[in-house]
């Protein structure tokens, strides 16, 4: 008597390997992102939490990189992919260094090449899973754009990845105008990150600010922001209203 | 045609009977008929003297834009109103039923009605359904025991706050109330603020759009601002509209009949078929 089994095991290890070996879901996150151009190069904002699913599982990740000499480099999303991302541009930088002709990466080619990185690898179907954000200054000219992790690239005045999307967006839209000055736009992105602050479940009290201008990158000291809780309803919510819900929104 | 044999429902609450039929038609290939949604942002906030109430005026059926100029803030009582976002079936039929049921008990107590009356029994009606009548309301109003603002989410909680927002546009709308709202507001500020959040929904939120509508209710008073902005108005390319030139003349004002220059002839018999 022959009974035929299944032969699923041989099967399925080879293709569990093969699916393992591709990014499926994201684990380490950072979430948003705000960068604007002001009047002397590029500011960006980004707060320094690194959530594991729920969980704030890291409070001391730098999400805003200095690239060489001419640019910045911001991402949200899976924190290991975005040192892959250092990784390569490291070794793109070393390779153009080698050159020893006098010229470096600009802020417009680095763009160029995370593109093409990120639109090859989700061709692949194995994306990177970060949305990058690339600024900087070179001979004058400020540069802002961005890259998602499908490769969709584009620049702007001001760009916003994740929560900030949708939170902060509207608010760069209505105020942000050329040639603000650095308080200015300090004020700018402190607002977009304040309002993140509220309303964005992944996001912490732990912030930087990033530079970037002709004469090179100043990354701030990590601080946080004053928020106000003192609304006459948020000290007694259900005063006119027992049985609704008391914890605050 | 042969009877139904499905049973009324029992009083309150969905009958989920015909759910498998349902199921086993999709999978043959029919599709559901869609529901007119209200992809929105509609927004309150609580002033110095009172509540303001804001909504947009898109109603949306999928990508389509159904109606442009709707109306999302229904009235309640003479001194409450409500802003719905979700569908919009189901944010009338709701706010009509408790509306009318407000009405008979004023009749009843022959007091004003209180928010807190409304809010509880949409808050009841909604969590019976358990989520399935999908209405998002902002409810405001006016009364004896002073301003309140309320959100009623559709499986029926509620929350009291001092500024609020709903619908697909709430973020965009919150971000500005929360950049900007301070306690105390005068009313021209509160308007202007409600003005600015339903505008960044507006310009922000794919599925709202339109006009600004407004409400602004105080003790003793309330007044409805029907498109109290209409920042998107249909703009032609010359500023005349759309004229014609001048290419039809008159040539004759004789009229000669017909029948003066043609022969008619009579074929008996056969009538025109219809």
Same mark, same amino acid.
């Given at each position: ?23 499926? #879901? ?20 980004? %707060? ?39 990784? #390569?541009? %490291? ?14 990466? @600009? ?5 160029? #090449?995370?593109?093409?990185?990120? #639109? ?24 802002? @754009?961005?890259?998602?992790?499908? @490769? ?98 | ?49 009172? !509540? ?12 389509? !834009? ?27 039929? !709701? ?42 309301? !902002? ?136």
């Amino acid at each position: 008597m022959t009974f035929t089994v299944p032969i699923d095991n041989g099967d399925s290890v080879k293709i569990a390997e093969e699916e393992s070996q591709r990014t499926l #879901y994201p684990y380490v996150t950072g979430t948003s992102i705000v960068a604007i151009k002001y009047k002397d190069g590029v500011l960006m904002a980004s %707060d320094m939490g690194g959530s594991y699913g729920s969980t704030l599982r890291y409070k001391n990740i730098e999400r805003v990189k200095a690239i060489g000499k001419h640019s910045l480099l911001g991402a949200s999303g899976e924190i290991s992919d975005f040192q892959e991302i250092l990784r #390569y541009l %490291d070794e793109l930088t070393l390779n153009d260094n080698m050159w020893d002709d006098g010229n470096s990466l @600009g802020p417009k080619e680095i763009h160029n #090449y995370l593109t093409r990185v990120m #639109y090859n690898r989700r061709n692949k179907f194995n994306p990177l899973w970060n949305t990058l954000v690339l600024g900087g200054v070179k001979n004058g000219k400020s540069y802002l @754009g961005m890259v998602s992790m499908i @490769g969709v690239s584009f620049e702007d005045d001001h760009v916003a990845t994740g929560f900030g999307n949708h939170l902060a967006r509207p608010i760069l839209r209505d105020e942000w105008h050329a040639d603000l000055s650095f308080e200015d736009g300090v004020k700018l992105l402190e607002k977009c990150m304040r309002v993140l602050l509220y309303r964005d479940r992944s996001a912490i009290n732990k912030l930087q600010i990033a530079k970037i201008t002709e004469e090179g990158v100043t990354v701030s000291q990590p601080y946080s922001l004053k928020t106000f809780w003192e609304f006459s309803s948020f000290h007694n919510p259900t005063a006119g209203a027992e049985g609704s819900c008391r914890m605050l929104s | 045609m042969t009877q139904s044999s499905v049973d009324l429902p029992p009083k309150g609450g969905f009958s989920f009977d015909l759910c498998k039929r349902n199921d086993m038609l999709t999978q043959k290939g029919l599709k559901a008929p869609s529901f007119l949604k209200t992809g929105t942002t509609i927004v309150g906030l609580i002033f110095k003297d009172g !509540v303001i109430l804001g909504a947009d005026t898109r109603a949306t059926e999928g990508p389509i !834009v159904a109606d442009k100029n709707c109306e999302k803030i229904h009235y309640m009582a003479p001194n409450i109103y409500c802003c719905g976002a979700g569908t919009a079936a189901d944010t009338e039929a !709701v706010t009509d039923m408790v509306s009318s049921q407000l009405r008979l008990h004023r009749y009843q107590t022959g007091r004003d009605s209180r928010v807190i009356t409304a809010l509880t029994l949409l808050k009841k009606h909604l969590f019976s359904y358990q989520g399935h009548v999908s209405a998002a309301l !902002v409810l405001g109003g006016v009364d004896i025991t002073g301003p309140h603002l309320h959100t009623i989410y559709p499986h029926g909680s509620t929350d009291t706050l001092p500024f609020a927002t709903m619908g697909s546009g709430s973020l965009a709308a919150m971000s500005v109330f929360e950049a900007k709202y301070k306690e105390g507001l005068t009313r021209d500020e509160g308007i202007k603020l409600v003005a600015e959040a339903i505008c960044s929904g507006i310009f922000n939120d794919l599925g709202s759009g339109s006009n600004v509508d407004i409400c602004v209710i105080t003790k003793g008073h309330k007044e409805y601002l029907r498109n109290y902005m209409e920042p998107n108005p249909r703009t032609y390319v010359s500023s005349k509209g759309y004229s014609f030139t001048k290419k039809t003349e008159v040539l004759l004002t004789k009229i000669t009949p017909l029948s003066e220059r043609v022969e008619i002839v009579e074929v008996a018999g056969e009538a025109m078929e219809e």
